[in-house]
């Protein structure tokens, strides 16, 4: 079963670029990874996908090596706006009824000015 | 396009009692998941519906289960309720349940059980 781990939080300043790192080191061959965003009180917002190596789109960019055990979700010049919880999450598809859907534990980004 | 929406909003229970959370789906989409979330926790999944039979279950007991109605909107019950209960729970519909698809979320109903 595919899982994740990432940092409880990390720290940073508007401007500034960051990577969050996610491991998935049970990842099977068809599962595609997935990066959403939470603000409080809110339902995770979906930032961007990929299965493997670079994926970018007007927000972030996603980078998978080629054993596809880690990923790392870029984010560009972060805002006060960006301070939220970012998950990764790993889909365990199997013929249905065994999909299933795993999110990290999160990491609280905080963005300070 | 009108998004995903939950009723009810917040709700309290007592242990012991049921309770039926209620979800519509995004406008076009036949798949719907459900997830627990407690406080400071990433979600966990509970289960998914794809044109009204589960398609995939995860280690949550029989006391939850759902429904998705002809129309793909859905409903997460949940019976005996337990202290532990207590969490956000949110509805997440993709277009299909391909494993590449988006899924949208909802708001989620807040559940206290006292």
């Known amino acids: 079963l595919a899982k994740t781990t990432q940092p409880i939080s990390m720290d940073s300043y508007e401007g500034q670029e960051v990577n969050i790192t996610c491991s998935h080191n049970?990842?099977?061959?068809?599962?595609?990874i997935t990066w959403y965003q939470q603000f409080p009180s809110q339902g995770p917002r979906f930032i961007i996908q990929g299965y493997k190596t670079k994926v970018t789109n007007e927000v972030a960019s996603l980078f998978i090596p080629a054993d596809r055990k880690s990923s790392t979700l870029s984010l560009p010049r972060v805002s006060l706006s960006d301070t939220a919880v970012y998950y990764c999450?790993?889909?365990?598809?199997?013929?249905?009824?065994?999909?299933?859907?795993?999110f990290g534990s999160g990491t609280k980004l905080n963005v300070k000015p | 396009e009108t998004g995903v929406t939950q009723s009810p909003t917040h709700l309290i229970k007592t242990r012991g009692q049921q309770v039926t959370l209620r979800c519509s789906s995004q406008?076009?989409?036949?798949?719907v998941s459900w997830y627990q979330q407690a406080l400071g926790q990433g979600p966990q999944f509970i289960f998914q519906?794809?044109?009204?039979?589960?398609?995939g279950r995860g280690n949550f007991p029989p006391r939850f289960s759902g429904l998705q109605f002809p129309n793909y909107s859905s409903e997460l019950n949940v019976n005996a309720l337990e202290l532990d209960d207590s969490a956000l729970y949110l509805c997440a519909s993709s277009p299909t349940a391909l494993k590449r698809d988006e899924q949208y979320f909802g708001p989620g109903t807040r559940l206290t059980v006292t």
């Open positions: 519906y794809y044109r009204e039979e589960e398609n």
């Open positions: 049970n990842i099977a061959t068809n599962d595609y």
């Open positions: 999450l790993v889909g365990d598809y199997g013929a249905p009824p065994f999909n299933k859907f795993y």
């Open positions: 406008s076009g989409h036949n798949t």
